[in-house]
């Protein structure tokens, strides 16, 4: 790549477990993606819960991972750097989305994307409340003003997904689709049958790991599962689906019996999101379903994903790994970013 390059302004809202991680992949990185995407990233503002950091010139960003996170690192880097926490307000050239889900409001998030898209921002969303709330709605609101919205941080993140049947499977049909796409569910299941861990302790585990949602209840009672299938769907067969579509079940239910019977007959059982067709309608549902050794995702283990793209044309497609796990879901979003601004 030659000298020229791409340099745009970016501001995170929730400056969490993942939005850490990304910013330390753009401060480890910033200068291998100018060499290589010819794009240069400056973070110049972030919003937390109590306010905002920004600097006009760019955020230090040693200074702020010097600190831990959430709005107390924000206020530790305003003190440190002799600036004011300010009311939060939306300026530069791109949103990295970074709260929490809330699937019932989508909020803070939709507020957030709403204020960056009327000033032209591109929005690059790992949090998926927003999206499952309004995602049309804000993808004609971005028409409107002329700009972008990747999410995926918000459909399994490290697994692509997305962009598989966006791109790879171009012009083919797409008639299925078959995914584990929640690695918290998957560690706990694997746990349970494979290292004996009760649903409890694993489920610890995964929180430490800093997988879980806040809410862990979203992925164990199938939601989060249910988000990126929804979000899948609706993306890959062009339809406005709602969560209110999807029959939802979790793993709350499934126990080490059900597991080392599975298991006694070579099967084993995993949480599956799917759009199937079912009388010739696509039916989407989420539950825990008995996985024979022949089926791919028998292999998905841990806090891996994985995700069959049935097609007319291309046969079956098969993607495992891509874990769960914050660092993935912030290099999901730079993907997002370098494949928006690459030269
Ligand atoms: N963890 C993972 O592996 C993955 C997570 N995701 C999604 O990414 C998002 C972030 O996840 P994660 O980093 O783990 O979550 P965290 O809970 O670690 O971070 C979210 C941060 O948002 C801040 N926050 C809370 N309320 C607001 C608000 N109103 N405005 C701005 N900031 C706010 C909180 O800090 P404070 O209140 O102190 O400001 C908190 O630190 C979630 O939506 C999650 O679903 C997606 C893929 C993977
Ligand atoms: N909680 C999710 C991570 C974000 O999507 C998971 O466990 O996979």
Redo the contacts with the bound molecule.
């Keep these: 790549m030659g000298e020229s390059y791409t340099k745009r302004k970016i501001m995170i ?8 991680e990304f910013v330390k992949m753009i401060n480890e990185q910033k200068e291998r993606y100018r060499e290589s995407y010819g794009f240069y990233a400056e973070i110049v503002g972030i ?4 306010g905002m950091i920004y600097e006009e010139d760019g955020i230090d960003l040693v200074t702020l991972l010097s600190f831990g ?4 690192a ?1 206020g530790q880097y305003a003190q440190q750097k002799q600036i004011y926490i300010q009311a ?1 307000e939306l300026k530069g050239d791109v949103l990295i989305e ?4 809330n699937l019932e409001t989508g ?3 939709l507020s ?1 994307m709403k204020a960056a898209i009327t000033k032209n921002m591109d929005i690059i969303s ?4 927003a999206l499952v709330q309004a995602l049309p709605e804000l993808k004609k609101l971005a028409d409107t003003n002329g700009c972008r919205i990747k999410y995926s ?2 459909t399994a ?1 490290a697994l692509p997904t997305l962009d598989i049947g966006e791109y790879s499977l171009a012009g083919s049909r797409i008639t299925e689709i078959e995914g584990i796409l929640n ?1 918290t569910s998957n560690f706990i299941l694997t746990s349970m049958s494979e290292d004996s861990l009760s649903f409890e302790n694993a489920l610890k585990l995964a929180q430490e790991r ?5 809410n862990p209840a ?1 992925d164990v009672q199938g939601y ?1 599962s249910a988000c990126k299938i929804l979000l899948l769907a609706n993306g890959l067969f062009h339809k406005t689906w709602t969560l209110n579509d999807i029959s939802i079940e979790g793993i709350e239910k499934v126990s080490k019996a059900d597991m080392q019977f599975a298991k006694i007959n070579g099967n084993d059982i995993k949480l599956v999101a799917s759009a199937r067709s079912i009388d010739g309608t696509i039916t989407l549902q989420v539950k825990p379903e008995i996985i024979t050794a022949d089926n791919p995702l028998m292999n998905v283990k841990g806090t891996n994903k994985g995700i069959l793209f049935h097609t007319e044309e291309m046969g079956t497609i098969c993607c495992i790994g891509g874990a ?3 660092r ?2 912030a290099a ?1 979003a730079i993907k997002d970013m370098l494949n928006l601004y690459r030269g």
């Design positions: 809202t929730g400056y969490g477990t993942v939005a850490k919003i937390g819960s109590k996170k959430g709005s107390q924000l939060p970074c709260s929490p889900t909020e803070p998030a957030y790992v949090s998926k409340g941080g918000a993140a690695g800093g997988i879980a949602e806040a979203l989060d769960s796990h914050p993935g879901a999901a």
